[in-house]
């Protein structure tokens, strides 16, 4: 009996001594899951439980269970809509606490990914079952909506708390966004114009492959912007006399996280696959909604969804202005746009290419004049380098006309897809 003392005490001895690994990570296990578990309640109590849109999320579920409990479209798509938007402010939430860690350079483009997050998901969902008409008007609604209704609030909602200033941002910045998108407005005007004016080689294919050609350039040109804009080259982007700010700010927007860096990035996988799940029924219902519902597909397509896509980039970019802090603000709403044109919709093409989907640029002449007109009106608005609510109420103003407008509108190609 006292030898297997001995050896347990040489043991232990030698544990302490040289195998303190060992003992330590014995020992640290039950000390990391003591202070894991109530870290994650209080990640789960802040993210779920202090934003008072929350309360819709059990539209979510429902829209499932109304899915395959009955045949009303109209109620899943609502039902659909409303699961979703506390899910893309959530998401806004996250990105924007993600933000605080990477920087603001960095963080505008992420609000932006995450943002577009909801839009991509159905656009892709929408392709494979060959709604291209769906896929082509929800991206042009969620760039109309980014570009005049998500930056008319801000700015409007800017300029209310600001009114004794006029809010500044940068005007280099608003200048190259400008520049790419009336890019993106090139790339879909030609295989418009090609195809109404019957001037192609090859009816019907020469646009296809004229837009998969367009698509590629357009996406090597969006690298190379997010290339100049992450590199060195960025610091020039940044407003006159903000070189003394970065500290105070920083220190400021470290006191308000309020969740960790790997936390941040747990949410945004976890809201971004159920908004995917839900993206999905939302989609199945477009069509069976708009018969029920006595709506246009374009109008629904064009309007309310990317209202509910949306939400992410409203919440978060009304929050930057009201805080000052304008260059985020277009980073979200015009960055957003910026990426939805250049980057998502050439992507759809080349994906649809994949596919055997014949997905093109060509977005009829309605909506091609309509961004076209929109992508003006921004570019001369964002010009100064200067916002308030004037400005803010005027895109709101703009926003009505368009949306009245696709509510009257009927769509040519309402049987492709």
């Not at 802040?46 to 899915?67: D, E, M, Q």
Request: hydrophobic share 50%; aromatic share 10%; net charge negative.
């Amino acid at each position: 009996m006292e030898n297997p003392q001995i050896e347990m005490g040489a043991f232990k001895a030698n544990g302490l001594q040289g195998q303190n690994g060992g003992l330590r990570s014995s020992m640290v296990e039950p000390w990391k899951l003591q202070r894991t578990v109530p870290r994650v309640l209080r990640s789960i109590r802040i993210v779920i439980f202090t934003s008072k849109l929350n309360l819709l999320l059990p539209f979510g579920p429902a829209s499932i269970v109304l899915h395959y409990a009955t045949k009303r479209h109209g109620l899943v798509f609502l039902f659909s809509m409303l699961g979703i938007t506390p899910l893309a402010e959530r998401l806004g939430y996250a990105t924007e606490q993600l933000a605080i860690y990477t920087g603001p350079t960095v963080g505008g483009l992420l609000n932006a990914t995450f943002g577009n997050a909801t839009e991509m998901i159905i656009a892709i969902y929408a392709l494979k079952n060959g709604m291209i008409r769906v896929v082509q008007q929800s991206l042009l609604g969620s760039i109309l909506s980014n570009m005049l209704l998500v930056m008319g609030c801000a700015f409007f909602a800017g300029g209310i708390v600001h009114r004794n200033k006029d809010q500044v941002f940068s005007k280099a910045t608003a200048v190259v966004n400008s520049g790419l998108l009336l890019m993106a407005v090139m790339g879909l005007m030609f295989p418009a114009v090609l195809h109404f004016t019957h001037s192609e080689v090859r009816q019907g294919a020469s646009e296809v492959s004229l837009s998969r050609f367009s698509s590629c350039v357009m996406l090597v040109a969006y690298a190379s912007y997010l290339y100049f804009q992450l590199s060195g080259r960025s610091n020039t982007y940044s407003p006159i006399g903000s070189e003394e700010m970065p500290t105070e700010d920083a220190a400021e927007e470290d006191e308000e996280a309020e969740i960790s860096m790997w936390e941040s990035i747990a949410w945004l996988a976890m809201l971004t696959l159920w908004v995917s799940i839900l993206s999905e029924y939302l989609v199945n219902a477009i069509e069976g909604a708009s018969d029920s519902l006595n709506l246009p597909v374009a109008f629904i397509s064009v309007i309310l969804l990317p209202i509910v896509g949306n939400a992410a980039e409203h919440a978060s970019a009304i929050m930057f202005a009201m805080k000052d802090k304008l260059d985020i603000t277009l980073g979200v709403a015009i960055g957003s746009s910026t990426q939805i044109s250049m980057f998502v919709i050439p992507f759809c093409v080349v994906v649809g290419w994949m596919m055997g989907q014949k997905m093109d640029l060509n977005f009829q002449l309605f909506e091609t004049a309509t961004l076209f007109i929109t992508v003006l009106v921004v570019a001369f608005m964002l010009q100064d380098g200067v916002a308030n609510y004037l400005k803010g109420l005027m895109l709101i103003l703009c926003y009505l006309i368009v949306a009245a407008s696709f509510f009257v509108h009927v769509d040519p190609q309402s049987s492709d897809g």
